[in-house]
């Protein structure tokens, strides 16, 4: 198994934005915009926002996407960059969805609160034929290599409260409720999430 950040000349982009379609999909409201295949691939492309492609990394099995990790330390986002960004690719067609993610993401309701010294993990997800083979450990391994390269004091991500699969994997990394929200203020994040910790220092 090996780990590459995301290059859109070298991997395929549909393959990753189909991958994460298929996790935000669970996360989604029927009709959301978020369920957009367009739409990811847009935001994947602009990059400066909570799918862009210089935080992804991919976990590549003899050269094929396996899974992927999404994360970043929270030094803030160029939101308004990300904004004209997808205008200037926007279709007619798009426009509801592209103005709803973005108003969305302006507001907070897509980017969590996190310090710069603190990484967050915002999406870990492995393809449905490759799970069971340990791609979902090496990807959060990777994950937390990275918080630490970086200097992070701490690593967080939040996971569904009933996904007792993933919330066992990152008990074994040793992460613990923090107490906190990495989504606080008057757009919370999903109520049957919760949001983990792993301290480093």
Do not use: Q, W
């Not at 976990?59 to 330390?73: H, K, P, Q, R, S």
């Not at 960059?81 to 690719?89: E, H, I």
């Amino acid at each position: 198994m090996d780990i590459a950040s995301f290059d859109e000349s070298a991997h395929d982009i549909d393959r990753v934005a189909g991958l994460i379609l298929s996790a935000e999909g669970a996360n989604a409201a029927p009709g959301s915009p978020r369920g957009s295949l367009g739409v990811i691939k847009n935001l994947v492309r602009a990059g400066n926002n909570f799918l862009g492609r210089e935080h992804i990394s991919l976990a590549l099995d003899e050269g094929e996407i396996a899974g992927l990790v999404i994360g970043y330390t929270g030094t803030g986002h160029d939101e308004l960059g990300t904004l004209l960004r997808l205008l200037l690719s926007l279709r007619l067609g798009e426009l509801a969805s592209y103005l709803t993610v973005v108003s969305k993401m302006l507001h907070g309701e897509y980017t969590p609160d996190v310090a710069p010294d603190e990484y967050y993990i915002s999406l870990i997800v492995v393809d449905e034929n490759m799970r069971g083979k340990g791609v979902g450990s090496f990807l959060l391994n990777h994950a937390v290599e990275s918080a630490k390269a970086g200097g992070c004091r701490a690593v967080l991500l939040d996971v569904d409260r009933e996904n007792d699969a993933a919330r066992e994997l990152y008990e074994k990394f040793g992460f613990e409720p923090s107490g906190r929200s990495t989504f606080p203020g008057p757009r919370p994040g999903p109520p049957r999430t919760v949001t983990l910790e792993l301290r480093l220092v």
